[in-house]
T-cell receptor, first 114, second 114 residues
Framework: NAGVTQTPKFQVLKTGQSMTLQCAQD?????MSWYRQDPGMGLRLIHY???????DQGEVPNGYNVSRSTTEDFPLRLLSAAPSQTSVYFC?????????????FGAGSRLTVL | QKEVEQDPGPLSVPEGAIVSLNCTYS??????FMWYRQYSRKGPELLMY????GNKEDGRFTAQVDKSSKYISLFIRDSQPSDSATYLC??????????????FGAGTRLAVHP
């Protein structure tokens, strides 16, 4: 059971470039989300999804897009990278039974924007 | 003012000490209170999960919630070097659709030295 898999683990981008962070889960969780983690700021919710075809914004959505075409996958797209998007990104999934309070996190994707 | 306040530490204690980690919050609608543990370069993992006020014990870990004071605590007894990690409090209320948006504290870095 792989849980939540994120790729890539590390990425360096130049300002203005675009990229997609991949996230896949094999637990059949309806709820999936993306967080960013910055020093002193904790985890902040970027976007989330409660099922295929359903997405919504979190606390810090600007500069990011998401889509959910399948239950398993929830990619995060950076449209035009900025240095302020340098961060560690975590994908997390949860099931309806816990109301998504119990989240399973991926190992993280460390992004640097120059 | 942040919805959830958590002292980032670092907190350094000798092996065997009792550790107390705390968070305060401002939103009286929060009903679910969690503690996640995050080892260096890893994703967070759920440690304790409580609903409403009261205590919950799991081995060497005890979670306390005081809703009247808007204050939650995590106690670690007989701390071990393997407890060295960042501890993040998280909390949520309910919103439409049956899924919760977790609000995380900034995390407290704990180091237990032999």
């Amino acid at each position: 059971n792989a849980g939540v898999t994120q790729t890539p683990k590390f990425q360096v981008l130049k300002t203005g470039q675009s990229m997609t962070l991949q996230c896949a889960q094999d637990m059949n969780h309806e709820y999936m989300s993306w967080y960013r983690q910055d020093p002193g700021m904790g985890l902040r919710l970027i976007h989330y999804s409660v099922g295929a075809g359903i997405t919504d914004q979190g606390e810090v959505p600007n500069g990011y897009n998401v889509s959910r075409s399948t239950t398993e996958d929830f990619p995060l797209r950076l449209l035009s990278a900025a240095p302020s998007q340098t961060s560690v990104y975590f994908c997390a999934s949860g099931d309806r039974g816990s109301g998504a309070n119990v989240l399973t996190f991926g190992a993280g994707s460390r992004l640097t924007v120059l | 003012q942040k919805e959830v306040e958590q002292d980032p530490g670092p907190l350094s204690v000798p092996e065997g000490a009792i550790v107390s980690l705390n968070c305060t919050y401002s939103n009286s609608a929060f009903q679910y209170f969690m503690w996640y543990r995050q080892y260096s370069r890893k994703g967070p993992e759920l440690l304790m999960y409580t609903y409403s006020s009261g205590n919950k014990e799991d081995g060497r870990f005890t979670a306390q919630v005081d809703k009247s004071s808007k204050y939650i605590s995590l106690f670690i007894r007989d701390s071990q070097p393997s407890d060295s990690a960042t501890y993040l409090c998280a909390m949520s209320g309910m919103f439409s659709g049956g899924y919760n948006k977790l609000i995380f504290g900034a995390g407290t870095r704990l180091a237990v030295h032999p």
